[in-house]
């Protein structure tokens, strides 16, 4: 009786009935908990959240396995991977926590129409930029909805109807004629920044600049034809080979960068297990948020 | 908002005095900028290549593919866009020349961004049309497939069925080329051209282990040191690296193309940058000892 | 090619050089499609969290399975905009902290197996190990070399490690063996980061050579096509 | 890596052990006593930073990378509190761009509480703190535009950067700004080094708050840290002897680490 009236309800009626009267039950809640939870009930609310996200997502991995039997079903574990008590629940949780991350892009947008609003509304200086913003902004969604919303088949068909092609043209030239090419266009500035960082901080100042210069530069010879070739009288075989400038650029990636990035990615790993266990025990939060008033 | 070459910090140290080795210290950046974008034009028009000598790498990838038996196919997974086409796109035609150059039968596939299914299939008509090859017959594209892993996983059990229709929303059981394949055990050779980590450890975890399929891979520059290791335990049979490694695929085949254009414009834009690097260390050294003496 | 090609040839040729205008100077025309690629980016945004995301995950489950619970999803992820007032905002931080507890647990179960692998990788015997089933033939340099490698290896890892030691002081006997290791370890970062700096250059030039690709043999060889004929 | 998929007996000791001397060390601290931390010159850099622009009157600009909400965007956080405390005594203003939408909350509560902290709630300005964009490469442009636009003199890059982060800190430096960067990857340090005046490397990043407000808390925390650093250096020592002396074969502390079937 009660798993029929807390289960999936098929029909429409019953389906509004149960969403409206949830979203009533959740308003009740938050009002009865801002009312009556003082300043600590509040804050303690908050740590014991953050806690138990954090326990549920961490013991998972923790605690012992159990492979013959599911929890809580206690149905037989046939194919699956070994599991826990908890395991079930954890694609179901990121999943809910993926949904409940999505409305937070209202957020953004209205960051965003709220500054570019301003710019246009009271005519700022480049208010035209933030009119362009505005029209691009619903181009993308108006279309990019359309399109969407008519599910046509991949590659498209030479035959379609008129609004279709409007609706799937417009998409694409939104999409590959600004902003695909406008990604790849800001991605490639790279090639440019990197060829005047690498003439700018290059020079032999100092041991440690000096150093990373060899290091660089051995690598990027290593790399070119011409490396090879300006090393060409060195035998390719036995240890003398290492001497082979594209072979050394390969043992300075391998035998110095790799151990030096592990060493790091290591201390790393200490310095956010310490993060993480602030974060979890709410030990952070002073840095965060100041006690409540 | 006038260039500041030189005014932050420790990085214009020394470069205060005038003369012509402190003004080697501080090229403005569009000078550098405009040198950079005229080699990359010129080598792209005009490519002088260096001498290429295939490495190992691309020997195996070479050797892989002709090691293929007569009835199975080379499944080519594209899954790369325009952001990496510049060595990705060289890689994947050095790939299918070679198929065609050794009458390999071989299908496309992209399992990730759903743009590599058009941008390889443009690449692989246009080939197939100078080796006079039947798509369906000598080759196909199999599309764009959604759901990664659990492709591979279905494909284990019944490929045609995972499929379905092709690149052209054909059902894939009426093209020649796939009588007689059933499982992802006929296919005889697997290759990744890719610019996504996480590729890799999905084709060998899930087929190359344990179904025993040959894999081999084309990488980006960027991400192929991070494969070496699975090179050495042979769980790769060959790589690409870069459009250096298209070329050098394109040199054993002998048949000098799009990879070979892409990696002299790297290589010449590569040139000019240590140049730079030089002239710079050039200016510090010989601007310092001025400094001294003078 | 058709009127929509030719439209895409040319925004993207427009687009690509606009971007490139930037490299002179931050200027009009590059504000101009700074702003039209964060306004695209943010339609897109709304488009793909409803396509790819809420449509499937969220809609379908709750309105044509009738999962009607779904709907509590939304009511926490709405808590968030609480923070734009100074008496409700307690409750999107509650909301906040489901995401800080989950941050960390997060990472908890990340631990192993991200460093597990690092750890063992890095246990390289110190002396020459011979494979019992193929003994070597004659003890070479590349042998030794293997050797010294492993050598090589352990000392960058450990100084490198040692330099990120926060709370000794490099005094005294055992701290200036420290600081001495950590000085050593710091220079070992530095031709690190210069091998990363120069193994990515060309990578990054890559990415422009494609993009001169496709306003050479695409764009402009549209029109003429001997350019075109060069990118074949 | 069947094996990684959750701990064995020893991954849980060794997991609660690391965990346990940390959390004790913090409580220690905060009964009073007393740590050392030695210098770490990119955060000393903060300080001077933040007053370059107060002299020069101009805006601080502040990036969290572009990682959403995790262990390294909430160090950035952190620290994007402290630079804002400093910057409101000081009556100047820090611009801060996002690129996650659920960040945005969190550093709009963040930048508040700090305003509050200094004693100046008037002086925040909810505008300062924008989402630029959810990708990349826009994020990267438009954070380039707003920098150029806000005339911002001083540059802090703090959290989880990839590709962008060069495009970011060369406009920057062409800008004439002083630049300070820290990132957990070492991935693009060296471009950090190449364009950036101070730069915080790997773990100095996640020590960055401990150094920059010596709140017993963090200090202690610092101290555990590096006693299971320690741990670590020990295990893989302890490895490297066992494979040296056993020659071939898989060393037991590996084993326990979770390699192999």
């Keep these: 009786m009660l798993t029929s009236w807390l289960g999936p309800q098929q029909a429409t009626t019953p389906l509004v009935y149960h969403i409206l009267l949830a979203l009533l039950a959740s308003g009740v809640l938050l009002y009865l908990l801002h009312r009556y939870l003082g300043p600590r009930g509040r804050r303690g609310l908050i740590v014991v959240a953050t806690f138990l996200f954090g326990l549920f997502f961490g013991l998972e991995y923790f605690l012992p396995v159990r492979t013959k039997t599911l929890w809580p079903t206690g149905l037989p574990n046939v194919g699956g991977s070994a599991g826990n008590l908890l395991t079930p629940g954890i694609e179901p949780m990121s999943n809910i926590l993926a949904v409940i991350g999505a409305f937070t892009v209202g957020l953004g947008v209205y960051s965003l129409v709220q500054v570019h609003g301003r710019n246009v509304l009271r005519r700022r200086a480049g208010w035209y930029n933030s009119f362009a913003f505005f029209l691009s902004f619903f181009a993308m969604f108006s279309f990019g909805l359309w399109q969407y919303s008519l599910h046509l088949p991949e590659p498209i068909p030479p035959t379609l109807t008129l609004t279709q092609r409007i609706a799937n043209d417009g998409y694409e030239i939104l999409f590959q004629g600004l902003y695909a090419p406008l990604q790849a266009a800001t991605f490639s500035l790279l090639a440019f920044y990197i060829a005047s960082a690498a003439y700018r901080a290059f020079r032999i100042r100092s041991a440690e600049a000096a150093l990373m210069m060899v290091a660089a530069f051995i690598v990027m010879l290593g790399q070119v034809p011409i490396g090879a070739w300006l090393t060409r009288g060195i035998p390719n075989e036995g240890a003398i080979a290492l001497l082979r400038l594209e072979n050394l650029g390969e043992w300075v990636m391998r035998s110095l960068n790799s151990p030096a990035q592990r060493g790091i990615a290591l201390g790393v790993a200490i310095g956010a297990l310490a993060m993480s266990l602030r974060v979890w025990l709410s030990l952070e939060r002073g840095t965060f948020f100041a006690e409540q008033k | 908002m006038a260039d500041q070459s030189g005014s932050s910090g420790q990085m214009g140290a020394g470069a205060s005095a005038g003369g012509f080795w402190a003004r080697l210290q501080q090229i403005p950046r569009y000078y550098i900028y405009l040198l950079l974008a005229a080699v990359v034009i010129w080598q792209i028009l005009f490519p002088i290549p260096f001498p290429v000598t295939p490495s190992a790498t691309t020997r195996g990838l070479e050797e892989a593919i002709r090691a293929v038996p007569e009835g199975k196919l080379v499944l080519i997974s594209a899954d790369w866009d325009s952001s990496t086409q510049a060595e990705t796109g060289p890689q994947t035609a050095a790939v299918v020349e070679a198929c065609f150059r050794h009458r390999k039968r071989f299908v496309l596939m992209t399992l990730s961004p759903p743009m590599g299914a058009k941008l390889a299939n443009n690449i692989a008509s246009e080939i197939a049309k100078q080796y006079r090859a039947t798509y369906g017959v000598d080759w196909a594209n199999w599309g764009y497939k959604y759901g990664t892993s659990n492709v591979l996983m279905a494909m284990v059990k019944d490929v045609p069925k995972t499929v379905g229709s092709d690149f052209y929303g054909k059902p894939v059981k009426s093209l020649p080329i796939m009588r007689g394949v059933r499982t992802v055990k006929d296919i005889g050779l697997v290759v990744e051209v890719t610019g996504l980590a996480g590729m890799t450890e999905m084709w060998i975890g899930l087929i190359q282990g344990p179904q025993g399929v040959p894999f081999a891979a084309a990488y980006t520059a960027v991400m192929a040191p991070g494969y070496y290791p699975y090179l050495d335990s042979g769980q790769i049979e060959g790589m690409l690296v870069g459009a250096k490694g298209a070329a050098e695929m394109e040199s054993l085949i002998a048949r000098p193309g799009l990879g070979m254009a892409i990696m002299s414009a790297q290589s010449w834009a590569h040139v000019l940058i240590i140049l730079f690097i030089i002239v710079g260390n050039l200016g510090y050294v010989l601007a310092r000892g001025r400094e001294k003496s003078g | 090619m058709t009127g929509t090609e030719i439209a895409i040839l040319w925004a993207a040729a427009i687009a690509t050089l606009s971007v490139y205008s930037i490299l002179y100077r931050e200027n009009p025309v590059s504000r101009l499609f700074e702003h039209i690629f964060v306004g695209l980016a943010a339609g897109y945004l709304l488009v793909a969290t409803w396509t790819q995301n809420l449509q499937a995950k969220w809609w379908a489950p709750m309105v044509v399975e009738g999962r009607w619970y779904w709907v509590f999803a939304p009511v926490i992820g709405l808590l968030f905009y609480f923070i734009y007032s100074r008496r409700l905002s307690w409750m999107a931080r509650l909301a906040m902290g489901v995401f800080f507890g989950t941050a960390a647990g997060v990472y908890f179960r990340e631990f192993f197996p991200l460093y597990s692998p690092q750890v063992w990788a890095s246990f390289k015997p110190l002396r020459p190990i011979f494979d019992a089933a193929a003994p070597p033939v004659s003890v070479s340099l590349a042998w030794w070399n293997a050797v010294i490698q492993n050598w090589l290896f352990v000392a960058v890892l450990l100084t490198v490690m040692s330099y990120f030691f926060f709370s000794v002081a490099h005094e005294g006997r055992g701290g200036r063996a420290l600081g001495r290791s950590a000085l050593l370890g710091r220079w070992f970062l530095m031709i690190a980061f210069g091998a990363m700096f120069g193994n990515t250059v060309m990578a990054r030039l890559s990415l422009f050579i494609g993009r001169v690709q496709f306003l050479l043999y695409d764009w402009v060889g549209h029109y003429w096509p001997w350019l075109a004929g060069r990118g074949t | ?261």
């Design chain 4, 1 to 261: 890596m069947g094996s990684l998929e959750h701990a064995n007996w020893f991954m849980r000791v060794l997991f609660f052990a690391l965990s346990a001397v940390i959390v004790a060390s913090v409580l220690l601290a905060q009964r009073g006593r007393a740590m050392f931390i030695r210098r770490i010159p990119g955060l000393t850099a903060i300080e001077e930073a933040v007053g370059r622009a107060t002299e020069m009157g101009k805006p601080i600009f502040f990036s969290p990378g572009i990682d959403g909400i995790g262990i390294t965007t909430l160090q950035a956080l952190a620290i994007l509190s402290y630079i804002v405390r400093l910057a409101a005594a000081r009556m100047t203003r820090v611009l801060v761009a996002l690129r996650d939408s659920t960040v945005l909350p969190i550093a709009e509560e963040t930048v508040r509480e700090a305003y509050d902290a200094a004693g100046r709630p008037e002086d925040y300005r909810p505008d300062d703190v924008r989402f630029v964009s959810d990708e990349q490469f826009a994020y990267a442009l438009g954070s380039v535009g707003m920098m150029a636009r806000e005339h911002t003199a001083t540059h802090f890059l703090f959290g989880g950067f990839y590709a962008e982060a060069l495009i970011l800190t060369e406009n920057g430096r062409a800008l004439g700004a002083l630049q300070v960067a820290g990132c957990p990857d070492p991935v693009q340090i060296p471009f950090f080094i190449a364009t950036c005046d101070y730069v915080v490397i790997g773990d100095e990043y996640f020590a960055a708050s401990a150094y920059l407000t010596r709140e017993p808390t963090l200090t202690g925390s610092l101290v555990g840290q590096d006693i299971g650093k320690a741990v670590l250096v020990a295990l893989i020592v302890a490895g490297i002897v066992m494979a040296t002396v056993l020659g071939g074969g898989t060393p037991i502390v590996a084993t326990l680490l979770g390699k192999g079937g």
